[in-house]
């Protein structure tokens, strides 16, 4: 263990790295300073004293203490609660809540409770129930079952908020805001209904201003759709027909929109009323409904919720064949990585960390002895300044009776508990000068959420869908253990060394030029099938594919091929040599125009054409990859290229083990994470201090299962 800083060298040290790291710590440290355990760092847990008696409030207080948390999140589903009936407000249990859990030095962050409106405003007013893709309604009983566009439920919600808001905007304790709850995490993605119909409406106006343009840009002539008024423009409900693929498109951006303006009036009133506190919302990794980039534009920084357990229940339920940890660990940390680039790389929190076997209806397996220490430090490494557990004590009813806590359902403690309070008291030590330190990046990989909706409208074949791509990519990227950001589709990339681009299926000309510039001056733009097929107001493109890329990759597409019963395989040439790839649903092929071949096709009608190619453009090489490769093929070939592009790993870590650089003033720290149920040995040249054992190191680095080591170079 590392000695404990002084709580004023903790402080003093947390306010320049915290202002570093961009967030808002004037304000969040005036108020943390009042709740002297806050210590400028948020380490904590989910607690539901709406959901527990107040005789047990004082003894929650004293054990959450005693775990060493500085912080709790609460009453973000309390609504019912806070306002029993419409216009009645009652905060006092709420203020006696935050009493006792500041006396016992917890800061507290408050959620507003907007995601489960209570039965009264369900009753009173019908028109707020979200309506499905099929256009069926959804009922209450459940939560986030209305509608982001629906006036009175945006007024109602903000009500509520702006209640709760003027309430504790001077309570000793409150130090932050979580708006909402889980924006992306309904059981219908999009809403349909006649309100989201008329801001759709009213969306389009304001982005075409002309029904001229907008029949122009949709390509309206056919099917006879020509647009004479506005309020003639539907919702792409089923209509006997696929929709037209430009409303579809700008559908699915008007849905991320009505939700990012939903929050955007909860923050507005919350800067205003609480400018002391931080404002952030949380969201589960991995789901493409929601801009997260425009979600978190205007927050303070980006939180997550994280559930490798439950991820792997889900896996096991979508195929019967085995779960390879690093599939997992994979997922978890794709899911970190988005989050810390939602907001351009700054350090995000994670709001609910699983804490014990998860799942409501179905639930994942108990953690293993070491995992949930594992999977905070794995959130650590990848540029986590925060973690809340996910949850106190386990509730004892509703849904989500079985989503195992801290605490089990007796009250006793659960079997992580130890290794929470262990995990608790490190990170403490370790301070803030490493959780708001800078994750070391490499290599990008683009995720572009109009090329995710747009596949999805129009995949091509039945089995292509974006997310899956961007995940296999990841998978196959990450063993290279370079440090991987995600970025969006106008980011800047000369920071890479190489820039991967899967499924870039709308290209607009801004990242067109981006993408040439890169290239030109220097970088390694790894992409493939599709690349540049749509425009970014969904038309075709009408020049040869790729489109405006074309130059850049040195190829023309003279074909593109979903594939169904016949099969396709890759044989390598000697730039890529290894064993011939099988092709799974989709080929392009490829035409070199000026491009090296790396490898061609094996059967068929396109036996011996192009399936890979590389161009060097300007100082640096565009890979055009035209065949969805197996997943051993495409790990090998993007490492390959990694390789060649100069990405290097501190040192070579076995399958299973996880390598992620953070730095800080001069300083780095290498995590060593083992996903792995095996102890793991590997070798290195230099003289590392582990800062968890304080044991030097020199030559073999030995690691126990599902174990965890922070090296610093002696
Ligand atoms: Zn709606």
Known sequence: MLPSLSRREFVSGAAVLVSTAGLRLPVWA?????????????????????????????????????????????????????????????????HRAVKILSQNNIAVILGTPSAAPPPWLSAKYSDIFEVNAQGQRLYPGGRRFTCPSNATYRRLSLTIASEMARAFADSPGVVGWQIDNELTLGSSLRCYCNACQTGFQAWLRARYHDLETINRTWGTVFWSQTYTDFTQIPVPLPSGGDPNPGLALDYDRYQSYANVSFQGEQLEMLRKVCPRHFITTNNVGLLDTIDMRDLYRDLDFVAFDNYPGFFEMLLHQQSSAPVPPDAISAMSAMGHDFARGAKGGKPFMIMEEQSGKAGQRSFGPQPEKGQVRLWTYQAIAHGGMGVNYFRWDTATSGAEEYWHGMLNHDRSNSPAFGEMQQTVRELKALGPELLYSKYVAESALVFDYDCSWAVQIQPGHFSLSYMPQV??????????????????????????????????????????????????????????????AKTDTSQMVRTPLPGLLRDVMGVTIEDYVPIYSAKQGVRFSAGLAGADASCGIWADILQPAGAEVLGAYTNGAHSGKAAVTANKFGKGKAIYIGADLDAASLARVLQSLSGSAGVRQPFNVPRGVELTVRSAGGKQWIFLLNHTSDAQTMGNSKNFTDLLTRESMTGKIHLGAYAVRILQEA
Do not use: C
Request: charged share 20%.
């Open 30 to 94: 005036r108020a943390a300073a009042s709740v002297p355990a806050a210590d400028q760092v948020l380490l904590g847990v989910d607690y539901y004293p709406d959901q527990t008696p107040e005789s047990l409030w004082e003894e929650d207080a004293r054990r959450i203490t005693d775990v060493g948390f500085t912080n709790v999140r609460i009453a973000e589903f309390a609504w019912a609660l806070m306002e029993p009936s419409e216009g009645k407000f009652e905060f006092a249990w709420l």
């Open 471 to 532: 995940q296999s990519w990841y998978g196959a990227i990450s063993p290279s253990h370079s440090g991987i950001d995600i970025v969006g589709p106008l980011s800047d990339l000369s920071p890479y060394k190489i820039v991967f681009a899967p499924l870039a299926y709308v290209v607009s000309e801004a990242q067109a030029a981006k993408i040439r510039s890169f290239v030109q001056g220097g970088g390694v733009l790894v992409t493939g099938f599709r690349l540049g």
